[in-house]
Nanobody, 111 residues
Framework: QVQLVESGGGLVQPGGSLRLSCAAS????????MGWYRQAQGKGREFVAI???????LYSDSAKGRFTISRDNANNTLYLQMNNLKPEDTATYYC?????WGQGTQVPVSS
């Protein structure tokens, strides 16, 4: 059974940085795409970034230039490095692989 566990969230000031992690288990992940999504309170879930199993990456316009997605296939871990965070980045961030979702990690950006 696939399990995804996010960590690394927490309160950060505008302009600050955070690194989110997603520990995956239950199967091999080197042959599948892995992605990050987020959901702000009262809004729908939105795409943030995806790491393709062939090495490609794709970002939302809001993430481009500030966020970096990476993966460690040997340790089945997905990362999201977030720099220059803005209040509008405040959301619960979710890791997703295939049809599976983690429980999310909260990222409040506030002074």
């Amino acid at each position: 059974q696939v399990q995804l566990v996010e960590s690394g969230g927490g309160l950060v000031q505008p302009g600050g940085s955070l690194r989110l992690s997603c520990a995956a288990s239950g199967r091999t992940f080197s042959d599948v795409n892995m992605g990050w999504y987020r959901q702000a309170q009262g809004k729908g879930r939105e795409f943030v970034a995806i790491s393709g199993y062939l090495g490609t990456t794709l970002y939302s316009d809001s993430a481009k230039g500030r966020f970096t997605i990476s993966r460690d296939n040997a340790n089945n871990t997905l990362y999201l490095q977030m720099n220059n965070l803005k209040p509008e980045d405040t959301a619960t961030y979710y890791c997703s692989v295939l049809q599976y979702w983690g429980q999310g990690t909260q990222v409040p950006v506030s002074s």
